[in-house]
């Protein structure tokens, strides 16, 4: 009986470690995508608000906001106005990184965001 509750307690700590590690998105990312051939580099400055996601990214098109961004565990999901056209971000998030699917102008593309030093 006893051993039944200690598992059962230390489920519970590892649960509530794992959530808070990978919840704490807020701050600066960066990566770079493989658009036909080139890499480019993004950024993003993310804030969170329990399951709300806002914040900007910076691409070479310039700054836009995050829209639509909602957070549920280690899953993230948002949009972005990128030239006039939407980019649709899906995603998973770890400790130490973020990894996005892009869909932009028909093409899907992924890339691996780390955050930046300082943060």
């Not at 051939?37 to 329990?50: C, Q």
Request: aromatic share 10%.
């Amino acid at each position: 009986m006893n051993t039944k509750i200690i598992n059962s307690l230390v489920l519970a700590i590892c649960g509530i470690l794992f959530w808070i590690i990978v919840a704490d998105i807020n701050g600066k990312w960066t990566g770079y995508v493989d658009y036909n051939g080139s890499l480019v580099p993004m950024a993003f400055n993310f804030k969170t608000e329990g399951e709300k996601l806002t914040g900007t990214t910076e691409t070479p098109l310039g700054a836009s906001a995050i829209e639509e961004g909602k957070v549920e565990r280690d899953q993230i999901n948002f949009k972005v106005d990128l030239n006039g056209s939407k980019a649709v971000f899906t995603g998973h998030t770890f400790a130490d990184s973020i990894n996005l699917k892009i869909s932009y102008q028909g093409g899907e593309y992924q890339t691996t965001l780390k955050r930046t030093s300082g943060q």
